[in-house]
């Protein structure tokens, strides 16, 4: 059995075994009238006759926290669905919660830090490390035994992450509206909402210290110098057409400030 399918074959495992994942439902709820009888007939119906082999491959479940690039401040539970494609390269949509009517929220794609160090440096700026979500204990593969989620984090902590997200519930967005954003993931102590971080823990009933002291065997590999950016001040972004996004308050009560497309020196370092 090669390595990738024994990841396969774990991972399919494990989808099986995550019947106990707490739910997390949406914070918005979309317009529009409720499905009427023809429309929840014809889902039924292509529920039987079609295949969805790329939705079937969404056997992995990891649930973290994501920021806006340049806006630490500006944090969020996020949701991953993911892929293998193969040793080296994971993809993932991104929802707002776990329930039937979660939002698609984004997409990240996770490289292997072999793949990671080839590409461009430009293209380096816009990835983000693992190794400190891992390490913390405050990403984690909901529902699956702790040995099983301590094999899976021993195969992430060492890969990067470039992610955008498209639907900004966070902000009360009830449709996706403006343009999608960069977003990173912390890299020390401190740097997450300390509630949010808890609210997630009780809700799925688990300790980030508990998974912190677990995973202290996992080596922490070096972190590449051209990943996470933002810590530079190098925090890349894209403005909607009045030069800023998004327009609204997050619930924090923090608003956007303008970026260039280029580099927005907004980033929060810490």
């Known amino acids: 059995m090669t390595l990738r399918s024994a990841h396969s074959a774990i991972l399919s495992t494990l989808v099986l075994l995550a019947c106990s ?9 979309a317009p529009g009238a ?15 006759l079609q295949n969805r082999p790329p939705v079937d491959s969404l056997n992995a479940y990891l649930d973290g926290f994501h920021f806006y690039n340049g806006q630490m401040r500006l944090q969020m539970e996020a949701h991953h669905y993911c892929a293998i494609l193969n040793d080296e390269v994971i993809q993932c949509v ?16 996770i490289v292997s830090a072999k793949l990671f160090a080839a590409l461009p440096s ?4 816009l990835w983000h490390s ?37 639907w900004h519930t966070d902000m009360h967005h009830d449709l996706p509206m403006g343009v ?24 799925f009933g688990i300790d980030s210290e508990v998974k912190r002291r ?12 051209g990943a ?13 057409p009045n030069g800023t996004f998004p327009s609204e308050a997050h619930p924090s009560g923090e608003t956007s400030k303008p970026v260039d497309g280029k580099a927005n020196a907004t980033s929060d370092k810490r």
Not at 122 to 125: L, M, V
Not at 181 to 202: E, I, K, S, W, Y
Not at 214 to 225: K, T, Y
Not at 231 to 240: D, E, M, V
């Open 94 to 109: 991104i929802y707002d919660g776990n329930t039937k009517d979660a939002k698609l929220m984004g997409v990240e794609y």
């Open 180 to 203: 999608p954003q960069l977003m990173m993931g912390f890299t020390a102590d401190g740097q997450a909402d300390p509630a949010m971080v808890a609210a997630r823990n009780r809700r």
């Open 122 to 125: 430009s293209e380096r700026a």
């Open 130 to 166: 693992h190794v400190h979500e891992v390490k913390s204990g405050q990403l984690i593969a909901p529902g699956i035994p702790q040995a099983a989620e301590h094999e899976l984090m021993r195969k992430i902590i060492g890969t990067y992450g470039k992610t955008w997200h498209t």
């Open 21 to 29: 994942e707490r739910q997390t439902d949406s914070p918005v709820t």
């Open 214 to 225: 677990d995973r202290a065997d996992l080596e922490a590999p070096s972190i590449d110098p």
């Open 34 to 48: 409720e499905a009427s009888v023809k429309t929840r007939s014809l889902e039924a119906g292509a529920a039987v």
């Open 228 to 240: 996470d950016a933002w810590k530079r001040g190098k925090a890349f972004q894209l403005g909607g």
